[in-house]
């Protein structure tokens, strides 16, 4: 059974760091695209970045320049590390898989998600 689970997330201070993972099981990670999703409370999940088995890499303009994607297939986990993290970075955040799908801008495309990891960003 294809699975996903989300580490690494808390509470930090404004201009922290924090860098989750995307632990994953039942399939083969080589094969397989992973995005990261995000919501905030009262808003509608939106895509973070996601990459392709082929390496192709993807960020949302809000992100880019903070945060990096990276994997290891060795480990089967997906990373994402964030780095000076704003207030409006809060939410939970969801890693997802469909095939070797990498597409941000609508989370329909992904059948398979996690339970999501909570970023707290205050102050």
């Known amino acids: 059974q294809l699975q996903l689970v989300e580490s690494g997330g808390g509470l930090v201070q404004p201009g922290g760091s924090l860098r989750l993972a995307c632990a994953v099981s039942?399939?083969?990670?080589?094969?397989?695209?992973i995005g990261w999703f995000r919501q905030a409370p009262g808003k509608e999940r939106e895509g973070v970045s996601c990459?392709?088995?082929?390496?192709?890499?993807d960020y949302a303009d809000s992100v880019k320049g903070r945060f990096t994607i990276s994997r290891d297939n060795a480990k089967n986990t997906v990373y994402l590390q964030m780095n000076s993290l704003k207030p409006e970075d809060t939410g939970i955040y969801y890693c997802?898989?469909?095939?070797?799908?990498?597409?941000?801008?609508?989370?329909?495309?992904?059948?398979?998600w996690g339970q999501g990891t909570q970023v707290t960003v205050s102050s």
């Open positions: 997802a898989t469909e095939r070797d799908i990498c597409i941000l801008y609508n989370d329909y495309f992904y059948n398979y």
């Open positions: 039942g399939f083969n990670l080589d094969y397989y695209a």
């Open positions: 990459i392709t088995s082929g390496g192709y890499i």
